[in-house]
């Protein structure tokens, strides 16, 4: 092509010029830092985890599953447990500690809940039929007349 490429790969010039290969080199590592600087901003650390803390496991949407981290596996990798007695191996980052305590009993060995217990229905509370259903708006609902029924 007879151009001068323009790349941040390295090459041997014919030259061989050694200023010339400080210069990508300095180049490489000013983009490394400046890299490293930006990601840095915003970047935190995550909390350590033991053994029997309670979790909660990355879903697709949200933190769906809770679990109890048995070990950690290697680093910033845990097997968990979760409720239905599924081990798992997650990444740390898929993990989010929560207050919940979850701990067994030595005398009994029944496990009990503390802290901020949260509950899952899976249907909402039921209504009566007598009941009347709360609108935002106080004006009397007026149906269309082409959905009631003529007689």
Request: aromatic share 2%; hydrophobic share 25%.
């Amino acid at each position: 092509m007879h151009r001068k490429l323009r790349t941040t790969l390295p090459h041997i010039s014919k030259e061989n010029d050694n200023a010339h290969d400080n210069k990508l080199t300095d180049k490489r590592m000013k983009l490394k830092h400046r890299q490293k600087g930006n990601y840095d901003k915003t970047a935190r650390r995550l909390e350590p985890l033991q053994e029997r803390d309670v979790v909660r496991i990355a879903g697709p949407d949200f933190w769906d599953k809770k679990a109890t981290v048995l070990s950690e596996v290697g680093p910033r990798s845990f097997a968990v447990q979760t409720e239905n007695g599924q081990v798992l191996r997650r990444n740390r980052r898929s993990l989010l500690k929560t207050q919940d305590v979850k701990h067994q009993d030595t005398e009994t060995g029944t496990e009990q809940r503390g802290a901020n217990p949260v509950e899952h229905h899976s249907e909402p509370p039921s209504t009566s039929p007598m009941s009347e259903i709360l609108r935002r708006s106080t004006r009397p609902k007026k149906p269309t007349e082409r959905l009631i029924e003529q007689v």
